[in-house]
């Protein structure tokens, strides 16, 4: 059976592990190994909010483009089931353009979505009248679905048990155009994709609104073209309040008005951290109070989901919507007699991969010490990482979703322990200075070099941090030329303390930090070194004269031997006319 690649991926060659997609999940359902970021199919609940926020496009949503291109080459009818919020995504095609539009793509009708979400009202309202008291929570949403059943387990229960829109529609068009058609929802979710994997015999693909658009500027079709579409229409008719369930708020607009409503509150939150921050305490809530909550993981609704093209301006969305809300006529009933009778569904727990294991004090604690968090004091809770704490990111290390090198402390730490551990071995003297000439840090060496006093202030405060420089060495103007000019000084001969010193400045960063490079010449290796490389540097000068003069003779020789030849042909030619 062939592997089916998970709707929202990594293109690891482009991610550039900053984080920001464990910063901004809120599942935190990635995975770190080798530097790189990959999506925890298990943990993950596809609301495609890394596609909007990852600042090099490396997470992706899968193209599924070509499977439909090929799906309309066969015998087969194939409709769409355009999801409302189509409206606010394509204003520069009227309805009937795109319609139009889609028909020439290829498919044989296009349906709205909307029409399932009116029989889903109408069932989740038979639904909440049959119920007593209680908490009940849409499944409109398979992001917000599936983050109940991997992270809620206890609302599990609190599921309206039936199908989503979209795949109430689905289950129409096959009872309303036969069995055997194909049907390719449209729409903003990147989710929705998940359910047609999951059941192809309803849905059989989903593509995004960015798809479409992708799909009709590579076919050169445009909102202003003529396809003669003045008698088409939606199939089999025009969707009434459906259309707006994109909104958040809109679904409980269309079922407030519902036989039994004036007994049940309704409640919208959309966005997964407030859908969290709202299931917190919920078992201090009236038991006697019957509740339905309307939860949609896009912040503002579906119309602000991560497969549209047009990002943002959610207020001018919501308007675009509210205006064809208006817009649509009394809507015609629903073609009862052939519309699917049953599209209930039991939502089961799925247990989260990085949720299985609870791990003892001891465990977190071990792991806190291998990213260098020995005492409470060095856990910051910086967020550098991408995790809320660093007791988060160790547990996210012992499940094996992180590494410590994530740590920007603890790398910090590391790397400036190697630097100076390198740099006290080193055997020349070294200082690095700030743009004010402030010592950031030298070498014992160095302050050796300076004399004895030099050597005290380093005893006292090993490294010298924040001392002037310019009271300590009488060349600090050469460190102020380095610094203003943004040029390395290599191998100047200083005299201090009636000591010849050989002295190399150079950037670390430009006109900020320099660091200085000092050897004393007197020293034997350091002299024998310093005689070998101005050797080689007068030897390679004295070639590079040598090989500039030969090519200059040579040069001259050529020219000279031309001249030569010229005069010579012209004696010759000169002698023959006299002969004649």
């Not at 960015?210 to 590579?218: I, P, Q, V």
């Not at 309307?294 to 990002?311: D, M, S």
């Not at 070099?449 to 300590?472: N, T």
Request: net charge negative; charged share 25%.
């Amino acid at each position: 059976m062939e592997r089916i690649q998970q709707p929202v991926y990594t293109e690891t060659n482009n991610c550039q592990d900053c984080y920001k997609c464990i910063r901004e999940c809120p599942v935190k359902a990635i995975k770190i190994e080798s530097d790189r970021a990959s999506i925890v199919k298990e943990s993950c609940i596809f609301c495609g909010h890394c596609t909007q926020i990852c600042p090099v496009n490396a997470k992706k949503i899968r193209n599924d483009l070509d499977k439909v291109k090929a799906m309309l080459q066969e015998n087969i009818p194939v409709y769409v089931s355009l999801a409302p919020s189509y409206y606010s995504e394509f204003s520069d095609f009227s309805t009937q353009a795109l319609i139009g539009a889609l028909l020439k793509l290829g498919f044989c009708g296009v349906s709205e979505t909307a029409l399932g979400a009116e029989l889903y009202s109408k069932e989740a309202a038979a639904f909440l009248n049959s119920k007593n008291s209680g908490i009940y929570i849409s499944s409109a949403c398979p992001s917000v679905v599936d983050l109940i059943r991997k992270y809620y387990p206890e609302f599990t229960g609190n599921i309206v048990q039936q199908y989503s829109p979209m795949l109430a529609h689905g289950q129409q068009l096959h009872r309303w155009f036969g069995k055997d058609i194909r049907v390719v929802f449209i729409g903003p979710c990147v989710a929705k994709k998940t359910e047609s994997d999951d059941l192809p015999g309803i849905i059989n693909v989903a593509l995004t609104f960015a798809d479409l658009r992708h799909w009709l500027d590579e076919a050169h079709i445009h909102g202003d073209d003529d396809f003669g579409t003045a008698d088409v229409s939606f199939v089999p008719y025009t969707a009434g309040k459906g259309s707006l369930y994109p909104m958040d708020g809109g679904m409980i607009q269309t079922l407030s008005d519902k036989e039994g409503a004036e007994k049940v509150f309704f409640m919208n939150v959309s966005g997964v951290k407030n859908i969290r921050d709202a299931l917190m305490g919920t078992e201090n809530w009236n038991k006697n109070s019957k509740v339905f909550l309307e939860l949609l993981a896009c912040e503002g609704g579906c119309i602000c989901g991560p497969g549209t093209t047009v990002k943002g301006r959610s207020l001018l969305k919501k308007m675009a919507i509210c205006q064809r809300g208006e817009q649509i006529e009394k809507p015609i009933p629903l073609l009862t007699d052939n519309a699917p009778a049953d599209i209930q569904i039991n939502y089961c727990y799925l247990p989260s991969e990085n949720k299985e294991r609870v791990w003892s004090d001891d465990d977190i604690a071990g792991s806190l010490r291998s990213a260098g968090k020995l005492t409470p004091e060095d856990e910051m809770n910086c967020g550098g990482c991408g995790y809320n704490s660093c007791r988060e990111f160790a547990i996210a290390m012992l499940n094996g979703m992180a590494e410590r090198q994530m740590c920007v402390s603890y790398m910090r730490k590391v790397a400036s322990d190697k630097a100076s551990v390198l740099l006290q071995k080193m055997p020349s003297g070294v200082v690095i200075a700030d743009e004010n000439l402030k010592i950031i840090e030298c070498n014992e060496s160095f302050a050796r070099l300076l004399g004895e006093d030099a050597s005290l202030a380093w005893e006292a405060r090993p490294g010298m941090k924040g001392s002037d420089l310019k009271k300590w060495v009488s060349f600090h103007k050469m460190f102020t030329t380095v610094l203003n000019t943004g040029n390395d000084l290599i191998d100047k001969d200083i005299i201090e303390n009636k000591l010849t010193f050989d002295l190399s400045v150079v950037s670390i960063q430009k006109h900020k930090i320099v660091c200085g490079i000092l050897n004393d010449m007197h020293q034997p290796g350091i002299r024998q070194q310093e005689i070998l490389k101005r050797t080689r540097n007068v030897i390679h000068e004295n070639l590079a004269t040598v090989q500039k003069v030969a090519f200059l003779l040579g040069e001259n020789a050529a020219h000279t031997e031309a001249m030569l030849n010229t005069i010579a042909e012209s004696l010759n030619v000169s002698a023959v006319y006299e002969n004649e």
